[in-house]
T-cell receptor, first 108, second 116 residues
Framework: RKEVEQDPGPFNVPEGATVAFNCTYS??????FFWYRQDCRKEPKLLMS???SGNEDGRFTAQLNRASQYISLLIRDSKLSDSATYLC?????????FGKGTRLHILP | EAGVVQSPRYKIIEKKQPVAFWCNPI?????LYWYRQNLGQGPELLIR????????DSQLPKDRFSAERLKGVDSTLKIQPAELGDSAVYLC??????????????FGPGTRLTVL
C-alpha cells in the first residue's frame, strides 16, 4: 500500500457545482498536510495547508481526520479555472511525500 | 522577485548519453529539492539539500544519478548514462526551512527529458 493515496479521477463536474475529494495516508506519524495544485504541463503550486481544526480559503475548504487518516478538499461554486490536478502532500519525519494527484475537469 | 529557474526546459538525448540539469533557487532559500515526475504521477523526491548538505538522498539512484549544490545556492543534477526509463520531467523546488517546520515549496518550470 502506498503511503499517500488519491483517487486519480478524472472528476468531471459542471460549473457551479460542489466537488470534494479525499487523500488517505498510511503512517499515523504524519505531521503536516497540504494540497498543491498542478495545471497541465505546469509546475505544482501550493493551494493550501491543512490544519487540524480545518481551514477555509474562499471557495476552498480543507479538513484533516487523524482518526481515519485522511484529508479532504472541498471546492464550492466550481469555476472553469479550477480544472487542474490536485496533489495531496504529507510531511513525516522530514520526508515530503506527494500523492499521484486527482484530476478535476470543470465542464461549462 | 524571480522564481526558481531551471535549464534547459527541454532535452532530448539518446540512451547511454549523459545529461545535466541546472537549478537556481529563490534567493535566500536554504532548502533545495530535486523531483522526478512521470506522466500521471505525483512528483517523486530524488534529493533534498539543506544549504550545501544532502540531507535526504535515499531515493536517488546512485549508480547513475549524481547531484551537487556548491556553495549552497544553485544545484546540478546529472544522469550518466541515461536510460529509456529516465524520460520524465525533472522538477527543482526551493523553500526557506526554519526550526524544522515544513514551509511552502516553490517549484521551477521543470526540465522535460526524453531519452530515445
Amino acid at each position: 500500500r502506498k503511503e499517500v493515496e488519491q483517487d486519480p479521477g478524472p472528476f468531471n463536474v459542471p460549473e457551479g457545482a460542489t466537488v470534494a475529494f479525499n487523500c488517505t495516508y498510511s503512517n499515523s506519524a504524519s505531521q503536516s498536510f497540504f494540497w498543491y495544485r498542478q495545471d497541465c504541463r505546469k509546475e505544482p503550486k501550493l493551494l493550501m495547508s491543512v490544519y487540524s481544526s480545518g481551514n477555509e480559503d474562499g471557495r476552498f475548504t480543507a479538513q484533516l481526520n487523524r482518526a481515519s487518516q485522511y484529508i479532504s478538499l472541498l471546492i464550492r461554486d466550481s469555476k472553469l479555472s479550477d480544472s487542474a490536478t490536485y496533489l495531496c502532500v504529507v510531511n513525516r519525519d522530514d520526508k515530503i511525500i506527494f500523492g499521484k494527484g486527482t484530476r478535476l475537469h470543470i465542464l461549462p | 522577485e524571480a522564481g526558481v529557474v531551471q535549464s534547459p526546459r527541454y532535452k532530448i538525448i539518446e540512451k547511454k548519453q549523459p545529461v545535466a540539469f541546472w537549478c537556481n533557487p529563490i534567493s535566500g532559500h536554504n532548502t533545495l529539492y530535486w523531483y522526478r515526475q512521470n506522466l500521471g504521477q505525483g512528483p517523486e523526491l530524488l534529493i533534498r539539500y539543506e544549504n550545501e548538505e544532502a540531507v535526504d538522498d535515499s531515493q536517488l539512484p546512485k549508480d547513475r544519478f549524481s547531484a551537487e549544490r556548491l556553495k549552497g545556492v544553485d544545484s546540478t543534477l546529472k544522469i550518466q548514462p541515461a536510460e529509456l526509463g529516465d524520460s520524465a520531467v525533472y522538477l527543482c523546488a526551493s523553500s526557506l526551512e526554519q526550526g524544522g517546520n515544513y514551509n511552502e515549496q516553490f517549484f521551477g518550470p521543470g526540465t522535460r527529458l526524453t531519452v530515445l
